[in-house]
């Protein structure tokens, strides 16, 4: 596993907005695509977001599209997800993954977000 | 979006016996460029996942032999050989050849 880090997981009201962050190490971040996977608690995984190596192409699952956004700064090594108007069911772990169109070969430790009033 | 459907839910082991899990895919999984992109993943209990299997049936670099990969089309299956205290947690797999990627709903492997 090569080293990604999540950031910015925390307790968020309903309608709300919340930004996390993902720094790569140990691995060309700038020739890698990224995935944004998350698992509701004792639930299973749900992929939710793939940005292309150099961010020109961008895929999301339908039930985030026009919420979520996901962008990366090459320059900085890191993965960015913004989360808007969030929703009781976006409560997850949110993991940063290192994969490609076909595949996640790589994940961090997640980050916990909990959208709850 | 494709329905990878695995089974069983839970999976009871005696360690050195061998597993199997079954995925099976909506919509065959044979890519426009002719390969099957098949994934398996491992997730130990308080653990990130970790990928063992990618298309079908290529091994991970690390992973242990005794875990394997087969199938075509819709069809799928993952084996264990001779299950170790090790392997407990659960498992998914996830197609990579249609948008959205989606996986399966897990198996949960424990010792009998």
């Known amino acids: 596993q090569v080293p990604l880090v999540e950031s910015g997981g925390s307790v968020v009201q309903p309608g709300g907005s919340l930004g996390l962050s993902c720094a790569a190490s140990?691995?060309?971040?700038?020739?890698?695509?990224m995935h944004w996977v998350r698992q509701a608690p004792g639930k299973g995984l749900e992929w939710v977001a793939f940005?292309?190596?150099?961010?020109?192409?961008?895929y999301y699952t339908d039930s985030v599209k026009g919420r979520f956004t996901i962008s990366r700064d090459n320059s900085k090594n890191t993965l960015h997800l913004q989360m808007n108007s969030l929703r009781p069911d976006d409560t997850a772990v949110y993991y940063c993954?290192?994969?490609?169109?076909?595949?996640?070969?790589?994940w961090g430790q997640g980050t916990l977000v909990t959208v709850s009033s | 979006d494709v329905v990878m459907t695995q089974s069983p839910l839970s999976l009871p082991v005696t360690l050195g016996q061998p597993a199997s899990i079954s995925c099976r895919s909506s919509?065959?999984?044979?890519?426009?460029?002719?390969?099957?992109?098949l994934n398996w993943f491992q997730q130990r209990p308080g653990q990130s996942p970790r990928r063992l299997i990618y298309k079908v049936s290529s091994r991970d670099s690390g992973v242990p032999d005794r875990f394997s990969g087969s199938g075509s089309g819709t069809d799928f299956t993952l084996k264990i050989s001779r299950v170790e205290a090790e392997d407990v947690g659960v498992y998914y797999c996830m197609q990579g050849t249609h948008w959205p990627l989606t996986f399966g709903g897990g198996t949960k492997v424990e010792i009998k």
């Open positions: 919509q065959s999984l044979v890519s426009s460029d002719g390969n099957t992109y």
């Open positions: 940005i292309r190596y150099d961010g020109n192409n961008k």
């Open positions: 993954a290192k994969g490609s169109t076909t595949t996640i070969d790589s």
């Open positions: 140990s691995f060309t971040f700038i020739t890698n695509d």
